[in-house]
Each structure stands twice: as structure tokens, then as C-alpha cells.
T-cell receptor, first 119, second 115 residues
Framework: GAVVSQHPSRVICKSGTSVKIECRSLDFQATTMFWYRQFPKQSLMLMATSNEGSKATYEQGVEKDKFLINHASLTLSTLTVTSAHPEDSSFYIC???????????????FGQGTRLTVV | AQKVTQAQTEISVVEKEDVTLDCVYETRDTTYYLFWYKQPPSGELVFLIRRNSFDEQNEISGRYSWNFQKSTSSFNFTITASQVVDSAVYFCALIRSYNTDKLIFGTGTRLQVFP
């Protein structure tokens, strides 16, 4: 079955540094990937849609320059949190639906998530 | 607009009790998918079930069962004979169309099962 791998699972960084999170589709090509963010004890909110070969689409209120998304290949999307601050501490999780399966697949394949702590 | 409401913020039960988690959704679309996920303390999202809007049959999987009622826009989840390992946050979610699209999540229900 389709597998989505996210790395790292946990990261602690100093305030002001940048952190890169990877989302990989291991056995299929994903032209679209989704990045969600979850604040402690809250729900998951879509941050952006990552599109292979084109610019990401960001949800309203998400800073494009703060959260850089690069979908450089059909199996890899990266989320870079630039100049991280403590308020960026959160749980980030990606979703990668196999193409051709529509919404059926959009909800079924998630990475393991990355817990970011900025100190 | 699409919206998912999970009115129960937190539920506590004693092991072996049955528990129902409520989910009410709003959408203007006629075709959509509904999902339930379990999020244990480790954080990963565990996919439990998806249901398309044309299939109102209830489903049972072991101790889990789901009741989908379009007339009330509800997709409730029942755990029978709850166990301590069921303790987690449970999310209901909606995708609004057959195209690849983003998920709209509810706010989640934290279930605590005590021994």
C-alpha cells in the first residue's frame, strides 16, 4: 500500500535558525502533497498545498516567506520553517494522495508527523 | 462553506463501557467523503474509516462501528467495550469532492479510558 514517510519525527532548534522537514512518498509519485499544522491540543489546519513543478498554494493567513515549500520531485516535498521562533513550535504533518484516486486517497495517507520545538 | 463539528471536547469512561463520539458536518456538495482518525499521544494520525456520501450503510469493524446519517449530517463513531488503549484524540474530517482536495478537520474529541 501507499506509504508516506516524514522526517524528522522530532526536532529542537534555536530561535532564529531554519528547520527543514521532508515528506516522501515511498512507493508512488505524488504530484500534490498537503502540509498541515497542529497547535497543542488543537485541530489540524491546512497550511499549504505543495504542487510538483510549480509554486505552492498557501492558505489564508500562512506566511509564504516564513514557511517555504519546495516540491522538487514527484516523491519529495519539503517544508522549511525559516527564522523559527517559539510560536512556531507545533506538530507538522504531511499528506500525499496517490494520483488518480481522488479525494478517496487524500485522507488516507499521512506521514508520521514532525514535532518542532523552538527554544 | 464546509465545517466539521465535534461538540464533545473530552470524554472519560471506565474500561468496558461503550462510548459514542459525535460528528456533525456541513457542506453544500452532494458528493463528499467523511473520515475518522485516531491520534495517540505519539502524534501520528491513524486512519480508521472513510465513507462516501452515497453510502449510508453503517459499518462495523471489531469493536468500532460508525453510523452515517445524511438526514442529520452526522457521522458518529462508537467504541464498544472500550479499552485503555483506546485513549487518544479522535478527529472527524471531511473532503468536499471527488477531486484531490484538502481535509477539513473537526476540533477533535479527547477520549480517556480508565482501568
Amino acid at each position: 500500500g501507499a506509504v508516506v514517510s516524514q522526517h524528522p519525527s522530532r526536532v529542537i532548534c534555536k530561535s532564529g535558525t531554519s528547520v527543514k522537514i521532508e515528506c516522501r512518498s515511498l512507493d508512488f509519485q505524488a504530484t500534490t502533497m498537503f502540509w498541515y499544522r497542529q497547535f497543542p491540543k488543537q485541530s489540524l489546519m491546512l497550511m499549504a498545498t505543495s504542487n510538483e513543478g510549480s509554486k505552492a498554494t498557501y492558505e489564508q493567513g500562512v506566511e509564504k516567506d516564513k514557511f517555504l515549500i519546495n516540491h522538487a520531485s514527484l516523491t519529495l516535498s519539503t517544508l522549511t520553517v525559516t527564522s523559527a521562533h517559539p510560536e512556531d513550535s507545533s506538530f507538522y504533518i504531511c499528506s500525499a494522495p496517490p494520483p488518480g484516486q481522488g479525494a478517496f486517497a487524500s485522507g488516507a495517507f499521512f506521514g508520521q508527523g514532525t514535532r518542532l520545538t523552538v527554544v | 462553506a464546509q465545517k466539521v463539528t465535534q461538540a464533545q471536547t473530552e470524554i472519560s469512561v471506565v474500561e468496558k463501557e461503550d462510548v459514542t463520539l459525535d460528528c456533525v458536518y456541513e457542506t453544500r456538495d452532494t458528493t463528499y467523503y467523511l473520515f475518522w482518525y485516531k491520534q495517540p499521544p505519539s502524534g501520528e494520525l491513524v486512519f480508521l474509516i472513510r465513507r462516501n456520501s452515497f453510502d449510508e450503510q453503517n459499518e462495523i469493524s471489531g469493536r468500532y462501528s460508525w453510523n452515517f446519517q445524511k438526514s442529520t449530517s452526522s457521522f458518529n463513531f462508537t467504541i464498544t467495550a472500550s479499552q485503555v488503549v483506546d485513549s487518544a484524540v479522535y478527529f472527524c474530517a471531511l473532503i468536499r469532492s471527488y477531486n484531490t482536495d484538502k481535509l477539513i478537520f473537526g476540533t477533535g474529541t479527547r477520549l480517556q479510558v480508565f482501568p
